[in-house]
Nanobody, 121 residues
Framework: VQLQPSGGGLVQAGGSLRLSCAAS????????MGWFRQAPGKEREFVGG????????YYADSVKGRFTISGDNAKNTVTLQMNSLKPEDTAVYYC???????????????WGKGTQVTVSS
């Protein structure tokens, strides 16, 4: 199973970026997929996620109202639309998939490679 992210880059504060993640692998299935981020010197933290059964979405308080997550279970893809970006959003972003009802870092079963998001002030 592989999670392949795309997107990211450099943007000015107030700008927007879109991250996408595609999962591949014949046996891949998950309960939910989401995005995490890790800034230098900080722990990896949950950003947003979507539960496939029902499509419920969840967000960290720090990104509510600015980020939107969407996904296609049939295609095993998840997208994070990031608007009104702030310098404090600068981090390496990771997509992940879980088999259980959890957004804890340790509960993620599969991880994609990180993609850098840099927001300049």
């Amino acid at each position: 199973v592989q999670l392949q992210p795309s997107g990211g880059g450099l943007v000015q504060a107030g700008g927007s970026l879109r991250l996408s993640c595609a999962a591949s692998g014949r046996t891949f299935s998950s309960y939910a997929m989401g995005w995490f981020r890790q800034a230098p010197g900080k722990e990896r933290e949950f950003v947003g996620g979507i539960i496939w059964n029902g499509g419920s979405t969840y967000y960290a308080d720090s990104v509510k109202g600015r980020f939107t997550i969407s996904g296609d279970n049939a295609k095993n893809t998840v997208t994070l639309q990031m608007n009104s970006l702030k310098p404090e959003d600068t981090a390496v972003y990771y997509c992940a998939a879980t088999l259980y009802s959890t957004w804890h870092v340790d509960g993620m079963r599969y991880w994609g490679k990180g993609t850098q998001v840099t927001v300049s002030s």
